[in-house]
Each structure stands twice: as structure tokens, then as C-alpha cells.
């Protein structure tokens, strides 16, 4: 995606690439604010990878177009190309309990019944 969308529209840009399965994150201690537009969605693991994320920020974390829900699900869905792919949906209870006492929520909008957007600021 970095490669052949992002790049592509913004080559000036600065990118980091990684494998989410793989990642310890430790790049994210050097980023003010970490913006996760829909890609953990797509990811069968999406609460422990947000999880890991929200473990390196040391400032914002938007998180963008998620679905929350009780406890993590897995889905399939068609993507904007059409193509089949996962969608994760985040544990609630889970997400609730990785940011108490580390994150004020402090912009909070639900869409489509349980779609978010949130930006956190760490304490």
C-alpha cells in the first residue's frame, strides 16, 4: 500500500515500513502523533496489534474508521477495489482497559453504529 498508493500521491513524504505481525513498534516512541486510518481493520489480530501501539506512543494516537465492539470479531468485507479482505473488529472491553489510566480520550465520534474515530493523549 506504502509503495504502489502512498508514495505514489505523496512521494515527499516520509514513510516507515513494517509488518504489524512482526513489529515490536519501538518507532512509534519518535512520532507525535500516530494515525491509524483503517488498517488495523484489516488485520486478524486487531486488538494486540493496537494493543502494541498504544504500549510505544508517547503522545496522540488517532485512531480512524474503526469498529468497536464487546469482544473481537472477525468479519470479511469488500474493500473500495472490491476486493475481499478481513475486518476486525477492536474488543471494547479490552481497548477500555489498555488505555486506563495511559490515555485521555479526547475527541470521540461514533458513525454506523460501531464505527469510531477517537484521538487519545497520553497522560
Known amino acids: 500500500i506504502i509503495k504502489e498508493v502512498a508514495q505514489k500521491i505523496n512521494p515527499t513524504l516520509s514513510y516507515e515500513y513494517f509488518d504489524a505481525f512482526k513489529s515490536n513498534f519501538n518507532f512509534c516512541k519518535k512520532i507525535d502523533i500516530i494515525l491509524t486510518n483503517s488498517f488495523i481493520t484489516e488485520l486478524n489480530n486487531c486488538t494486540e496489534i493496537l494493543g502494541k501501539i498504544l504500549e510505544k506512543a508517547e503522545n ?14 472477525l468479519d470479511n468485507y469488500k474493500t473500495y477495489g472490491g476486493l475481499n479482505t478481513i475486518e476486525c473488529t477492536v474488543s471494547q472491553k479490552e481497548f477500555n482497559e489498555m488505555i486506563k489510566n495511559k490515555f485521555d480520550i ?6 454506523n453504529d460501531n464505527m469510531k474515530t477517537l484521538t487519545l493523549k497520553k497522560i
Open 106 to 111: 479526547i475527541y470521540n465520534t461514533t458513525y
Open 60 to 73: 496522540y494516537v488517532v485512531i480512524h474508521r474503526q469498529k468497536f465492539e464487546g469482544d473481537e470479531k
